[in-house]
Structures are given as C-alpha cells and as structure tokens.
C-alpha cells in the first residue's frame, strides 16, 4: 500500500470553477495547504470566498469544530500567478473540458514544478493517455475524478493511462483516501468508470419513451418505487442538464467508434435543440415553472378477487406475494413449480417475471392468451408500485383480475406498453452487462465498479451484486433476448457474463 502525501506538502489547484474551488475546499480540510489559481484572479478569489463560507456553514450546523474551520480556512490561499504553484507536490487541473487546453496547462506546469511533483486531471471524459502525452515524463500524470460536489460526493476514480506508473497511482489513491474518499483504480478508457457504466440507465429510458411504453412520470416512478433508484432517468437528466449529459453520451459513444451500445436519444437532441435543457432553462422532459409535475400513470382501483389466486413457488416475486397478501388477510391457494415459470394465476390470468420478451411473443409461443408479465423491483417485499404488460391477446378482463391480484397486495401498478424487458428489468440488466464488460476490459475490477456505482451514482444496488441477486442465467437470458428482438448488437452479452454463467461462478466469489 503507497504511503498518502504527507500534510506538510502544498497541493496546487488550476481552475477555480465549482469542481476546482470543491477539491480545494476537501485538500484543505484535509491539512494540507492549498493554492488556487485560476486565469480569472477575481473566479478565484470568489472561490475562496465561497470555501471560507461553506466551512463556517459546516460550524454553524455543528459538524466542524470553530478552530479547525479556521486553520481550514487559514490553509487556503490564492495564487495570482501560475507560478506560485511552483513548490506544490501534487498539482490537480480542473480546467474547461478541451484536450488543447489541458495539454497545454500540462506542458506549461512540468516546466516549473519539481520532477516529483505529481500531476493529476480531475476530467471526467477525456483520455489521460491523451494529456499526458504531450508531458516528457507522462508517468508522473493520472486522474482523479471527483464528483460534484466534491465536499460531499465520496467518490473518486483513480485513472491510471498507458504511461501511469503505478507507484503515482497509489499514491494518488492513498491520499484521496487520507482526504476522507473512497478512491476506486481504473484505466483510462471512455467515461472511465461512472460515466460508462451509468449510459443504459440514460439510454433504455430514452428508448422506452421513444417505444411509447410510458410517460416521464410514470417511468420515473417505476424506477423509483420499483428498482429503488433515488431519482428516476428524466428527473435526473434534468438536474443533470440535458446538454450536459448528451455530451458525455455522445464522448464516450464518439470513442467507442460509434458502438450501438452507447447511441445517443434522438429525444435528448431534439430537446437540446430547442434549448430546453432541464432545470436550469426552466424546461425540460419536465417544466420548472408554476405548471404542476404531471403524476404517474396508476391504473384504477379494481374490485375484489371472487377467488383466491393460485401462487406458485417462483422465486422472490412468488415468495413477497403470499406475504403481502397474508399481510393483508388476504386467501390465495400455494402450488409448485410450473413448467413455463409462471409465479401466480388469478382468474384467466397467468402472469410471469419478464425475460425481456413482449407478452405477445410468450403468449403466442406458450399457447397462454392471457399473459400479463411483471417487471423487476429491487424489494417486491417493500417496494411500492409494479409495472406490468398484457399480451395483445389478452382479455380485458384478464388485465383486470391481474392488477385487482396485485392492488391487493399492496402495490399500485402502472401498465407499460408490451415493450421487451418493461422497465426496470431490461434497464438493470444493461447496467449489470456493462459492469461485466468493463471488468472484462480489465478497465477495473468487480467490486471497484459496484462501489463506484453506488458512490457515484447512488444506485441502490451495485449492478454486478445485483445481477447475482436477479440470477446470472436469467440476467443473459434477458439480454439474449433483447438482442433477438431488435436484431441490435447493442445488447450483445458480455463475455464475462456469460462464462460466469456457463461455470456457475459469480463475480463476487
């Protein structure tokens, strides 16, 4: 384990925007005495102005101690010229996002600090191998990504380029976690970690809004109150900033030489075009004005069941079931296993998980006109609200005996359109597929990428540990799936996945 930079050393910052001015603020609680600069002396002084607020904020909530916000405080300085950052042992730019721009910083910084003086990008999408390769020792050079903001966000990405060593790396990494982090190694690949993982959750919404499977809010609620998720994809797109997350979607896409995987909205473009950018334009996928949030699309209350349903023994769906409905005095008749994997009936209904197929196609292939299929929820025991989609084959008063089955356990359910995969299942399974590819990449490791979408993200669940929740088999069998339905190479199975399910083997083991 490398050894942290010791405290006694100067930390230099270039660029006193929001990113820079937060990783300031974290150097300097940390101990180390810290200079900003920023080509706009008066962006820097606000800067250290807003940190000097933000620790007495911190005092005045009773989280930081009066005499240490002020050594804090006292630790900070401004640097009016670059070269005050001369003596610095770690240099870390947090500049506009442009390669020139950066390159240039770079070369200009290893003519006038030591040749120990480490040097770090804070980029979030460009490559380090790139940066650095216009430095004469480009082995002195990594990233570290932090989040926004800074202060709070306990993530950062390590990213080690082609000419990285890795005693820099390391050290990168223990001094991050000595500021308070959890500092997670990658290679410097598109999006890194975070930004590449995190596409599906982005991409398949746009896809299902695009498909007409169901309005913003009703998705959003189904990612919410079904997978767990704190935000659902179109409200956060637009705390986000449309503009600012089509960038990234089209970055790393552009990188990726056009893979499918990572193709852009057509949507996100169109509302980008018009300038309705999310929050901060006042408009987005939702308005930010007087005019209400439309609500989530909940089918209506049905009547009663006539009869108890029959409950198979599949899985946790079958299982939460039975204990919702005896949670709420509710009859039901236990039976075993199935054949074809349904989890429960209910009058003419049959319903099952899906297994990113349409209703349609499994009534058609099973014979079973009355098909209602379920999606993924991270907790059917706790969860709120169920999507469901009904063959085209399939009663009304099928759909109706399906919901009233689970109205009465508790859930309010929205019906999708008989998309493949619904909602929360095909978006899940995408993420977990592409956590695999990325550790297939050898970008990082497994527990690295389900810790850095949880950090980073706030995802509920790492996508690895919760694909071996779902199941790897079933997991590929979704995305097998939906590959054979849109005939699209975007939802290839990853190689690891699937020799982790031909050897029965997990990723965690």
């Not at 980029?123 to 990594?142: E, G």
């Amino acid at each position: 384990m490398n050894a942290a930079l010791s405290k006694d050393r100067i930390v230099g910052i270039v660029g006193a925007g929001a990113m820079g001015a937060g990783i300031a603020q974290v150097a300097a609680a940390a101990g180390h005495r810290v200079r900003l600069f920023d080509a706009d002396a008066a962006v820097a002084e606000q800067a250290i102005t807003g940190i000097g607020a933000a620790f007495e904020q911190l005092v005045s909530r009773g989280k930081l101690a009066a005499a240490t916000a002020q050594a804090a405080r006292a630790r900070l300085s401004l640097a009016r010229t670059i070269d005050e950052l001369a003596d610095s042992a770690l240099v870390i730019e947090a500049i506009v996002e442009d390669l020139g721009a950066k390159r240039a910083l770079f070369r200009d910084l290893e003519g006038l600090v030591a040749p120990d003086c480490l040097l770090a990008s804070n980029t979030s999408s460009l490559s380090i191998t790139a940066v650095a390769a216009v430095l004469k020792s480009p082995q002195r050079m990594a990233g570290l990504h932090f989040f926004n903001p800074a202060p709070l966000m306990v993530l950062v990405e390590v990213v080690s380029g082609l000419a990285t060593d890795a005693q820099v790396a390391g050290t990168l990494q223990a001094t991050a976690q000595a500021w308070g982090k959890t500092a997670v190694m990658a290679r410097s690949t598109p999006g890194f970690i975070v930004n590449r993982v995190a596409r599906p959750y982005y991409g398949e919404a746009l896809r299902l809004l695009n498909e007409g499977a169901a309005d913003c809010a009703t998705l959003d609620a189904v990612f919410r109150e079904a997978g767990g998720f704190r935000m659902g994809p179109f409200e956060l797109m637009d705390l986000i900033g449309l503009d600012v997350n089509l960038a990234v979607s089209r970055s790393v896409w552009s990188a990726f030489f056009n893979d499918p995987r990572y193709a852009p909205s057509l949507i996100q473009q169109e509302l980008v075009a018009a300038g309705f950018l999310g929050r901060k334009s006042g408009r987005g996928f939702y308005r930010y004005d007087d005019t209400p949030r439309p609500p989530a699309n909940t089918l209506p209350k049905q009547a009663a069941l006539s009869s108890a349903p029959l409950i198979f023994a599949e899985g946790s769906l079958a299982e939460s079931l039975r204990s919702r409905l005896q949670a709420h005095g509710l009859p039901f008749q236990p039976a075993g296993t199935t054949p074809d994997g349904r989890f429960a009936e209910a009058g003419s209904a049959v319903l099952y998980l899906t297994d990113g197929r349409t209703a349609s196609e499994r009534a058609a292939r099973k014979g079973v006109s009355n098909t209602v299929l379920v999606d993924l929820a991270l907790d059917y025991g706790s969860a709120s609200r169920l999507a469901i989609a009904a063959a085209e084959q399939c009663s009304p008063a099928a759909i109706e005996t399906a919901v009233a089955l689970l109205q009465s356990a508790g859930f309010a359910v929205s019906k999708l359109a008989d998309v493949p995969g619904l909602a929360v299942m095909r978006s899940v399974c995408m993420l977990a597929n592409e956590a695999a590819d990325a550790v297939y990449q050898q970008v990082c490791d497994a527990h690295a990428v389900d810790q850095a979408m949880c950090l980073g993200t706030n995802y509920p669940l790492g996508p690895l540990a919760w694909a071996e929740r779902i199941g790897l088999k079933q997991v590929r069998r979704v995305l097998a799936n939906l590959a054979a339905t849109y005939g699209e190479d975007r939802y290839r199975v990853s190689p690891l996945l699937a020799r982790k399910v031909f050897s029965r083997k997990t990723f965690h083991a």
